[in-house]
């Protein structure tokens, strides 16, 4: 009976670990396929002329996708070099996903105090405005020495998972792109406790 549970505990832990790496891998490449597709429009354009690019992309994408569908029905065996580079890649990511209910209190005060560095270093780089975008967060932390060789998708899955909200139509200097508003920062973050205020409230 022992090893029976012992056997479906494992069973569980292998399940819950490649279902965790498979939608990492799935929205980190659904997004670099969302970011590849939108680089493509042309600020010098506008109109239809500037949305040339994007949906050129969009079909080559298409076409890609048709030649795959059409080699993997001509040779069935490669579903099977398929499934197992996905389960590889979502294997792997999912070292980079921690599973619910697993962090103590030591990593959710590091987790708190990670959120409050970050908050405060989008709050410097907007300055003034009202947003700041997640291309221009990337590059100073590269200028610091930090997130060498990462991506803007990278950057941008890392702030859900502090629960820093993130929005992809934020408008700086007339250009809309992945960003943080600071009305999402000024607002109370999830990973941080709220203590009930002592002083005595002034409101009419």
Known sequence: MKRRLAWWAA???ITDRLARGSYTVWEHRADALTAWVR??????LDGWRAALGPLMRLILLGALAYSAWAIVRALPWLMWLLAGWWIRAAWRASRD???EGTEDSSEQAAHALQVTVLRQLLLDL???GSGV????VLAHLQEHGQWEGRTVTDLRVH???LDIPVDRGVKVSGTPTWGVRRRGLEAPSP??????????????
Do not use: N, V, W
């Open 191 to 204: 990973a941080e406790p709220q203590e009930p205020s002592t002083e005595p409230s002034t409101a009419a």
């Open 159 to 161: 702030l859900a998972r």
């Open 11 to 13: 069973r569980s832990s």
């Open 133 to 136: 975008h997640l291309r221009t």
């Open 126 to 128: 907007m300055g003034t």
């Open 39 to 44: 680089a493509g429009r042309r600020d010098d």
């Open 97 to 99: 996903t921690p599973a």
